[in-house]
T-cell receptor, first 115, second 114 residues
Framework: SAVISQKPSRDICQRGTSLTIQCQVD?????MFWYRQQPGQSLTLIAT?????????ESGFVIDKFPISRPNLTFSTLTVSNMSPEDSSIYLC????????????FGQGTRLTVV | KNQVEQSPQSLIILEGKNCTLQ??????????LRWYKQDTGRGPVSLTI?????NTKSNGRYTATLDADTKQSSLHITASQLSDSASYIC?????????????FGKGTKLSVKP
């Protein structure tokens, strides 16, 4: 298993500002994943972050809006830039287990409210 | 299109009662199916993972079933407790396994009342 510490747990931000979310894992992992969970909706993958290379973004998500850093094998950040109320959501980081079933472990999430 | 549909959307039961949550999927090719529990303000936590060859798996009071022929799964909760109040998310992995291939349902919100 993996223990993931994510912070902040929640924040209320003004529109037009940016927020950086941090994710720390208790073991070295190759890939880290960032998700968005909008109210009443399923989790949506934003991007996959590999150490030493640029993150890979899913359709509908761009680097300018959601820049990601991955400086080492245990840490990653996601920035939500130039926020609008539509960005209000829960943001989650995740890593995969080492078993054959690729079990996913999640951080506790960051609940973002943009006003 | 790969999809995971869950029902009901929400459910209220009395403490001590049993309940069953449903998951239908149209994901192909199929790798595995997972059930997660997500408490309010927390990230999802895995309950069970089932591959194509498994048709039932238990984790304490939680029992998941899988019918790969009809592409249906259920999560049965026995003798519910107040702490079972949470959202339960069905996730299907397309073949290839990694998180880039996870298809998430919207979840069933369960409320257990005393």
């Amino acid at each position: 298993s993996a223990v993931i510490s994510q912070k902040p747990s929640r924040d209320i931000c003004q529109r037009g500002t940016s927020l950086t979310i941090q994710c720390q894992v208790d073991s070295q992992v190759t890939m880290m994943f960032w998700y968005r969970q909008q109210p009443g909706q399923s989790l949506t993958l934003i991007a996959t972050a590999n150490q030493g290379s640029e993150a890979t973004y899913e359709s509908g998500f761009v680097i300018d809006k959601f820049p990601i850093s991955r400086p080492n094998l245990t840490f990653s950040t996601l920035t939500v830039s130039n926020m609008s109320p539509e960005d209000s959501s829960i943001y989650l980081c995740s890593v995969e287990g080492t078993g054959t079933n690729y079990e996913a472990f999640f951080g506790q999430g960051t609940r973002l409210t943009v006003v | 299109k790969n999809q995971v549909e869950q029902s009901p959307q929400s459910l209220i039961i009395l403490e001590g009662k049993n309940c069953t949550l449903q998951c239908n999927y149209t994901v192909s090719p199929f790798s595995n199916l997972r059930w997660y529990k997500q408490d309010t303000g927390r990230g999802p936590v895995s309950l069970t993972i089932m591959t194509f060859s498994e048709n039932t798996k238990s984790n304490g009071r939680y029992t998941a079933t899988l019918d790969a022929d009809t592409k249906q799964s259920s999560l049965h909760i026995t003798a519910s407790q107040l702490s079972d109040s949470a959202s339960y998310i069905c996730v299907v992995t397309a073949y290839g396994g990694s998180q880039g291939n996870l298809i998430f349902g919207k979840g069933t919100k369960l409320s257990v009342k005393p």
